[in-house]
């Protein structure tokens, strides 16, 4: 049996410790969403975007697609968090298929709850993701894309 480098055992521990505190303080969804980002990009032929940026510093971009009323795709950039990278990943799985109607209504509690929770700390991520789609919606209004 071979002895591990001592190097290699400390990474090693820390990233055990890491991953242990990570699942102490976010759900099993946070942590799947921010790992495995869903539809994280820009996109080019956008019909509508909004960007804005959070009480944190955090910059959440989303782009939309439409047909008629209903996004029909949706992506996100971030330069944010795990957290913020969480809740954009899920908002655009929740956004895609939607009735513009609907996606006005909807709220950061909502998303929260989707996500089983967030931190105290980073309840204000949600706040961020779903600002940032209303206002991509503004800009589909705004340039006569839905009316």
């Not at 909004?50 to 209903?70: A, E, P, Q």
């Amino acid at each position: 049996m071979t002895e591990k480098d001592p190097l290699e055992q400390a990474v090693m521990e820390i990233q055990e410790r890491i991953l242990e505190e990570e699942r102490r303080i976010y759900s099993p969804i946070v942590i799947e969403e921010s790992r495995n980002p869903y539809n994280m990009r820009k996109m080019e032929d956008a019909h509508g975007w909004g960007r804005v940026t959070g009480s944190c510093g955090d910059t959440m971009w989303i782009y939309l697609k439409v047909r008629g009323r209903t996004i029909t795709e949706a992506t996100f950039v971030t330069d944010g968090c795990g957290a913020t990278m969480a809740v954009g990943s899920r908002l655009m799985k929740k956004a895609e298929g939607m009735e513009i109607a609907d996606v006005l209504m909807m709220t950061d509690d909502e998303l929260i709850e989707e996500l089983g929770g967030l931190p105290e700390d980073s309840l204000h991520c949600a706040t961020l993701a779903v600002s940032t789609l209303h206002k991509a919606v503004d800009d589909l209004y705004a340039k006569g894309v839905v009316g």
